[in-house]
């Protein structure tokens, strides 16, 4: 194996309370927002860069309005679809009312505020409804499921996140007889309509999971806008370093990763119910080893996966990774794949099982998960390919693929002799 390193954007937001300030500003809400009015932000259950500094960035700033913000779970049916578990997940994140600065309601109670063209009711969340104005916090990424002008964001985040597991629920099985981004556009045009949006903050994260940008968007800016960042974000987005792979390993999945556990975008595995998107990345199989702890259980994805070990298959939460897989309507993401006592015997069948290739002439590569990217371990018979591309860096190798005493790889992808960290 080679370790290697794959050279992404490096643009990002130096001081997060200080962009963060700079585009509410813009925004001239002084002009809006009176003395003492409740304002509700929207927490997410992703694993967003800087969420919490971002989150007490806003508050901050409109506690300085005289405003009296709070935070609420916007999020789904994620966290097991119940207001507890909604509240954990957020702590995960650091998300909580102390850093903050702010309360945190959490219910799963929902207010119909109003149709799409299809005829779908459309829901947000109770506390959200009674309170002044809602801000909308999200990052934008390509979404896992489909592909459109908008996908995951805040207009997502208004349309899905905002109705929580009622909403969640029926939207997904309407993207069965729909478009999903034309619900996701549909749905979020009726927010913007029917609910006192006072503005959105857009964050696009670079290849290094950074955050590499901070846009404050008023409510009439926020469709065409987010367009243009999605854009940016696909731009921006990282990749595994070869498209024709034999054997991908990943280390972790988890919904702190993605909100499939494991990023099609990235693998280019896009089971669904609703059809599956082109992707230039070809995975013959795919082993993933463990669970993030952050994921408090909910293994989403692992259906995608051909190979898991045993390890992971013992700390899924059921209930919690059913609620989330039936709300999507993404049965299939449930599937528990062939899983093994030990990281060996699952390469060993990995191997064996893509064609007549010998195991050391295989396309093997191994990642920490489909967020981090930036190194990577790759088979030797990658060598001729790495040094035709720019962007790609032997750091270390090659070495033998070693297994402890257990049969396991070390747990520690990058070693420690890597080098300085671009971000350090």
């Known amino acids: 194996m080679y370790r290697i390193r794959q050279t992404f954007d490096q643009t990002s937001v130096k001081d997060i309370a200080e962009v963060v300030r700079d585009e509410l500003t ?113 990052r934008i990424k390509p979404h896992t499921k489909f592909k459109g002008p ?69 409510p009439g800016e926020i469709e065409q806008k ?12 990282p990749k595994l370093p070869f498209n024709e792979i034999d054997l991908l390993i990943v280390d972790e999945m988890g919904k702190d990763i993605s909100g499939v556990g494991i990023d099609p975008n990235v693998t280019g595995r896009n089971r669904d119910i609703t059809g599956t998107f082109p992707h230039p990345t070809h995975v013959r199989r795919l082993f993933v080893r463990d669970l993030t702890p952050s994921s ?22 059921y209930p919690a990774t059913y609620m989330n897989c039936i709300t999507a309507i993404s049965l299939e993401k449930a599937s528990i794949p062939m899983y093994f006592e030990t990281d060996q015997e699952a390469i060993r069948v990995g191997l064996g099982s893509t064609g007549l290739t010998p195991p050391e002439k295989s396309r093997v590569v191994r990642i920490k998960n489909t ?26 190798g090659p070495y033998p693929m070693v297994f402890d005493s257990s049969g396991n790889l070390p747990n520690q992808l990058i070693h420690q002799t890597r080098k300085k960290d671009p971000f350090d």
Request: proline content about 2%.
């Open 150 to 218: 908008v996908e995951s964001g805040l207009m997502k985040m208004m349309a899905i996140g905002m109705g929580k597991q009622k909403g969640a629920d029926l939207y997904h099985k309407a993207a069965i007889e729909h478009p999903f981004s034309e619900i996701i556009l549909d749905g979020a045009r009726v927010v913007l309509k029917n609910a006192s949006i006072i503005f959105g903050l857009g964050i696009v994260e670079n290849g290094y999971d950074r955050t590499a940008k901070i846009v404050g968007l008023k």
């Open 371 to 396: 967020l981090q990217l930036d190194e990577v371990e790759v088979s030797e018979i990658y060598r001729e390919e790495i040094e035709k591309k720019s962007d790609l860096e032997i750091l270390e």
């Open 26 to 138: 813009k925004l001239s809400l002084q002009k809006i927002i009176k003395s003492a009015d409740r304002i509700a932000i929207t927490a997410g259950s992703r694993g967003v860069c800087n969420i919490a500094l971002i989150l007490k960035g806003i508050v901050d700033y409109l506690k300085t309005l005289g405003a009296r913000p709070f935070l609420f779970p916007a999020m789904g049916s994620h966290g097991g679809a119940t207001a507890e578990g909604q509240l954990s997940l957020l702590k995960h994140y650091q998300v909580t009312e102390e850093f903050i600065g702010a309360s945190i309601l959490s219910s799963m109670d929902v207010v119909e505020i109003g149709t799409t063209e299809q005829g779908l009711p459309i829901f947000i969340d109770q506390y959200a409804f009674q309170a002044d104005h809602i801000v909308v916090v999200n």
């Open 296 to 317: 408090n259980g909910n293994a989403i994805g692992i259906g995608l996966a051909d190979l898991a070990t045993k390890r992971l298959v013992e700390k899924i939460n």
């Open 226 to 237: 987010e367009k243009d960042l999605l854009s940016l974000a696909k731009q921006m987005m």
